[in-house]
């Protein structure tokens, strides 16, 4: 039995951090009915913001189906239609490649598999799960690629699943940002659905935006929570104001630029793109990730409201935690305009 409410299907989602996930699905009228995350700031986070939502703020293999149930029975619902979540990315990034190398076996890894565990106690009709594109060049200790790996877990339990590949860029966020969304059903016309519009995202996808009509939407705004400036050392505003709109690290003056001893030499230290990044007005983002990212305009770094409006979060969503706190929350979030594409799809499935 689906919610009372025609149309409005229920959901429960896992790994929810923020609720980004669940501020698209909610804003396209799903009814979250339960989450789950263990981080106490982005449990609050969530408690603000959804306050009609049961979260429970523990691992997620430590959630009972007892407590499911109940929350499930607070608002009449017999039975779960779709599941979203999005498993730790950490450990499957190149932005983390350093600390994979050395750690060939990290155990986030495994947390998709209690991710699993819970679908086989719902048995929704619908699952999504997102991750980093990266996701695909990783491997198990087999020797197998992770995305053989979920798609044969979600197999065993009854699923099928298929995976596309998306940029949030293309569905109303301005920012270049490439997932992995797997998509799983147990109900043979939902599968024949998925099978026969293969093309259904290239078909929703829309001209990636400027980053300047969101960050406008911020400039008449007052008392705005999570828009603390960062404070900088003289010698980093004097870099900050050399990098061009567009540019970063590389661009800025050798005189500015790290030197360390090489040889015998001093030579200038290269870093990675993302260093001393300034926006453009007129282009998308790169990833929002916790890295510190300069204003187009601005010589200072993106406030956290900055970076959630770039992620596509309304102004009048707001986290919980210090400034390093609502950074992570933010960079780990699935942007809710690309949610809503995906709740869309959701859609289309379900009826």
Not at 182 to 199: H, L, M, P, Q, R
Not at 236 to 245: A, D, F, Y
Request: net charge positive; glycine share 6%.
């Amino acid at each position: 039995m689906m919610n009372m409410e025609k149309n409005k299907f229920s959901v429960a989602s896992f790994f929810s951090g923020a609720g980004g996930f669940d501020k698209g699905f909610e804003r396209k009228g799903f009814d979250i009915v339960i989450a789950n995350d263990v981080w106490h700031d982005a449990c609050q986070t969530f408690k603000l913001n959804h306050p009609n939502t049961a979260i429970f703020e523990k691992d997620i293999s430590e959630l009972s189906e007892k407590e499911i149930k109940v929350a499930m029975g607070s608002k009449k619902i017999s039975n779960i239609d779709v599941v979203i979540g999005g498993p730790p990315c950490q450990c499957f990034t190149r932005l983390n490649n350093e600390f994979l190398i050395k750690n060939k076996e990290d155990s986030r890894r495994e947390l998709f598999k209690e991710y699993i565990k819970k679908i086989r106690l719902l048995k929704p009709k619908l699952i999504f799960m997102e991750n980093v594109r990266d996701l695909i060049t990783r491997k198990d200790k087999f020797g197998v690629n992770y995305d053989k790996v979920i798609l044969n877990e979600f197999k065993k339990s009854g699923y099928f699943c298929t995976y596309f590949i998306l940029n949030a860029v293309n569905f109303n966020v301005p920012q270049e940002r490439l997932r992995i969304l797997f998509v799983a059903t147990n109900n043979s016309i939902i599968e024949e659905k998925i099978k026969g519009n293969i093309d259904f995202f290239e078909k929703a996808a829309k001209h990636p935006k400027p980053i300047r009509k969101f960050l406008n939407k911020l400039i008449n705004g007052k008392n705005l929570k999570n828009n603390e400036i960062t404070k900088n050392e003289p010698g980093t505003l004097e870099k900050i104001r050399n990098v061009p709109q567009g540019g970063y690290y590389e661009h800025l003056p050798d005189h500015l630029k790290t030197k360390k001893i090489r040889n015998g030499k001093k030579v200038i230290v290269k870093r990675y793109g993302s260093y001393y990044r300034r926006l453009h007005n007129d282009n998308p983002a790169k990833t929002i990730t916790t890295n510190y990212i300069i204003h187009p305009t601005k010589n200072r770094y993106l406030t956290n409201r900055e970076k959630a409006t770039l992620h596509s979060f309304p102004k009048n969503y707001f986290f919980s935690g210090g400034m390093g706190s609502v950074s992570q929350q933010i960079a780990n979030a699935v942007p809710p305009n690309f949610s809503a594409a995906i709740a869309d799809y959701a859609r289309f499935l379900l009826n």
